[in-house]
């Protein structure tokens, strides 16, 4: 009796393997992604916010801040200020100064003055050196104090990365600035030391409204209370709002300077290095719950179990902490939801897919068994619609029905060649045909339409059956997808009175259009329909505008303007793209060498067709237009989609390495959708990386879209690209692009397409603007 149930028994055990298998893959790629770092951050600062603690108060903050700025005048202050500051802090018995202020170049005089001053206190006073990575980790520039008064100072890291919710997420150890490896102020303050490898998180916990403070203004005049100092590290920062420097305490609703969240780094170090244990932990406890809940063994206690390991995952982090050792908790959590959904969609949505395949009449599938399916199926699908179902159902009893179906589907069974059936509503039946010739299809039907002459009796009723058919024929979609284009065939041929009709997805009209504007194409080139627009890109570093892309439009006699998509996917179906990409490529090169005599950094964009890399054609096309207008290859950008297929092809690679040996930048473009991976982003030697617009313009309201472009922006980065993003519509998300270190951005808000005389006239405006400041 047992073994019936073996193969099953195995059957589930396999699918419930593989089904735990893909969860554990999704939720880790979920996780590597970041995608659930916002959630990640919101819960530890609820922890934060529960299991606040005071500093040590060995440190101390003197800011200048409001007051300081209306006694001594706006910043920078003079080097005899910051010196006088210097000794009074001292006298009054402050163990170490560091300065988080930028000390610049005031001149010799004034830099000797400073540096004397701390030369009388060696080994005691401590310079920061920023590093500005607004452009980029390959194109960092570096803030360092003068080098006379680093001379007599001792110098220490300040440069970290601000995380996009306005905070610090890590703090490196160490960081090599200028050749040098300086350690990070934080090491120096606690203690604690690593290598330029090694970062920490900072634990905050630590309320930041207990760091001892006082104003610049007051040190200087005397008013700080006796002993304020003494004994203890003093930080010189900024604590005005109008000079920045202001970054989110995690967990405490509230901007603090940057040298009251270095006082919380240090307190974390002060209390031991601290352990990054990271995702794995959780993630890895998640799985063997995961395990268990999909066990086949399992049969009771799921919620249970389910609730006691999120409870696990919520509140042992925040122990943890306590001891100095940060986990995270956002893989475990994203694989234990979907597990949960996994184990739900198993119990109901199993049940609710079974729901309605059945047809309760006749006993049948119902189309909804394939549509559960949604498989490809090489065979010509049939749809058969009887005539007046509907009125010769309302003529019999209910229990009459049962017979009138019997009968219609024995005589379909004789015609479908043993092909399964299925029932619909309203008279309508389907069956995938075993007949792969169409000329015996349409006999089949033939013979059908004569079985169906006879009229169907039962008891004392007799009822003439009419039947139409409709076929599909469109293999490469989905046999769900193909339903409605049958039965739509069959009410098509039930109209027109015909026994049967093919389902055409192309209307005629519209292929007369198609190859009206196919012969049209070479004429529209030649007179100059077809011209180029050019959208302006910014450089929201600097914002200004250092490039465009050239877009290819139809303005056509009669209709209009022509979709770009249509005619271009035209184009390049009928071998006519390399002249239209020749076109394009040799317009945008006469717009670069007029804007290239006021912006020698500007750089055109021009889009390629995947099929014109497979030939090194492409390349003199390229060499041709760029010798023509005789301008550097380095203003050239060719914007490449279709990823996939480039990565899988030889010669479209090795044509892309040679453009980029040229000087010719390339960008990867709509990144982010289709079938855009990091294993293809790997192969293709791309300089810019330009983020599809569907990333863009929700990322001011959506945590998860703004989590994704942080992500992809370091990614580029890291892989030293330039970060592009398109569709920006507002102020906004222009602002949040820049913070989140965006190099590039187009869109409606910074320009519309444009013909080349507007554009021009833009640019050069925009470079008489720059001229005159």
């Known amino acids: 009796m047992t073994s019936p149930k073996t193969p099953t028994s195995f059957k589930d055990r396999i699918r419930k393997s593989v089904t735990l298998i893909v969860l554990l893959v999704v939720s880790a790629v979920l996780t590597l992604i970041e995608l659930g770092h916002p959630l990640e951050l919101f819960l530890r600062a609820a922890r934060n916010s529960f299991q606040k603690m005071p500093v040590s108060g060995e440190m101390v903050v003197v800011g200048v801040d409001d007051e300081a700025l209306s006694s001594l005048g706006p910043w920078p202050w003079k080097h005899a200020h910051m010196a006088g500051l210097t000794e009074r802090l001292f006298a009054e018995g402050a163990n170490r100064v560091f300065f988080l202020t930028p000390l610049t170049d005031q001149g010799e005089s004034r830099n000797r003055l400073l540096a004397d001053t701390f030369a009388r206190h060696p080994g005691r006073v401590f310079v920061s050196a920023k590093a500005d990575y607004r452009s980029g980790p390959k194109e960092m520039t570096y803030i360092l104090p003068p080098d006379i008064v680093r001379d007599e100072a001792q110098t ?30 934080e090491s120096v303050l606690s203690g ?23 104003s610049a203004a007051d040190v200087l005049t005397g008013k700080t209370k006796t002993n304020a100092f003494r004994g203890k590290d003093v930080l010189v920062g900024f604590n005005d709002p109008s000079l920045g420097d202001q970054l989110r305490v995690l967990g405490q609703g509230n901007k603090s300077s940057t040298s009251t969240v270095v006082v919380l780094a240090a307190e974390t170090l002060k209390r031991g290095r601290p352990l990054q244990l990271g995702w794995l932990p959780g993630w890895l406890f998640a799985a063997g719950i995961a395990a268990c809940l999909l066990s086949p063994r399992m049969k009771r206690g799921k919620r249970l179990l389910m609730l006691g ?6 509140v042992v982090p925040g122990v943890l902490e306590r001891f100095n050792i940060f986990m995270d908790i956002m893989g475990g959590m994203t694989l234990l939801f979907l597990t949960g959904i996994c184990v739900l969609w198993r119990r109901f949505g199993a049940q609710e897919k079974k729901g309605g395949t059945i047809n309760p009449v006749s006993g049948l599938f119902t189309p909804n068994a394939i549509r559960h399916e949604d498989r490809l199926d090489g065979r010509q699908l049939v749809a058969a619609r009887i ?9 019999l009893p209910p229990e009459a029905e049962r017979l009138l179906v019997k009968e219609i589907v024995a005589r379909l069974e004789l015609g479908a060649g043993g092909a399964q059936l299925y029932h619909g509503d309203d008279g309508n039946f389907f069956w995938l045909s075993n007949l792969y010739d169409h000329d015996l299809l349409i006999e089949q039907f033939t013979a059908l339409h004569v079985i169906f002459r006879s009229p169907i009796r039962f008891a004392r009723n007799s009822f003439d059956v009419d039947i139409s058919f409709g076929v599909d024929r469109e293999f490469d979609l989905p046999v769900s997808h193909r339903l409605t284009s049958a039965l739509a065939a069959a009410h098509s041929a039930e109209q027109d009175g015909t026994r049967w009709r093919l389902h055409d997805p192309s209307q005629i009209s519209e292929k007369e259009w198609n190859l009206s504007l196919l012969g049209e194409l070479d004429d529209a080139l030649d007179a100059g329909k077809i011209w180029v627009a050019y959208q302006p890109k910014m450089d929201l570093y600097s914002k200004e505008l250092l490039g465009a892309e050239a877009l290819v439009r139809w303005t056509h006699e009669t209709r209009g303007p022509v979709s770009p998509l249509e005619f271009v996917e035209m184009a390049e179906r009928h071998g006519r793209i390399d002249r239209l990409t020749d076109f394009v490529l040799n317009d945008a090169l006469k717009v670069a060498k007029t804007v290239l005599l006021t912006k020698p950094e500007f750089r055109i964009s021009v889009n390629i ?15 041709a237009a760029l010798d023509r207008h005789q301008v550097p290859p380095s203003c050239l950008i060719l914007e490449v989609t279709e990823t996939h297929a480039i990565a899988q092809n030889e010669t479209p690679s090795l044509l ?69 993003a398109e569709g920006i519509e507002t102020l906004e998300v222009l602002s949040l692009l ?12 910074i320009a519309r397409p444009m013909d080349a005389k507007a554009f021009l006239a833009r640019m050069a405006a925009e470079a008489e603007q720059l001229r005159h400041g």
């Open 609 to 623: 067709s995947p099929s014109l890399l497979t030939s090194h054609d492409i390349m003199d096309t390229v060499k």
């Open 192 to 214: 604690v030391y690593g290598n330029t490898q090694e970062s920490f998180s900072i634990n905050y916990a630590f309320d930041s409204s207990t760091v001892p403070y006082a």
């Open 156 to 185: 220490v890291s300040l440069a970290r990365y601000v995380a996009f919710w306005g905070g610090l997420s890590k703090v490196p150890y160490k960081t090599e600035i200028s050749g040098q490896a300086l350690d990070s102020i």
């Open 656 to 724: 892309m390495a040679e453009f980029r040996d040229m000087g010719i930048g390339l960008s990867i473009d709509d990144y982010g959708t289709g079938l855009s991976t990091l294993e293809y982003l790997r192969k293709i030697p791309a300089t810019e990386l330009k983020i599809d617009r569907r990333f863009t313009q929700d990322i001011c309201e959506n945590k998860a879209d703004r989590a994704v472009m942080k992500s992809t922006i370091q990614l580029a980065h890291a892989l030293g690209m330039k970060a592009v």
């Open 309 to 314: 390991a999120v409870v696990t995952l919520l």
């Open 738 to 749: 820049a913070r989140m270190g965006c190099d590039t951005g187009q869109g409606y808000y």
């Open 387 to 395: 005539r007046r179902y509907a009125e010769m159902v309302s003529a």
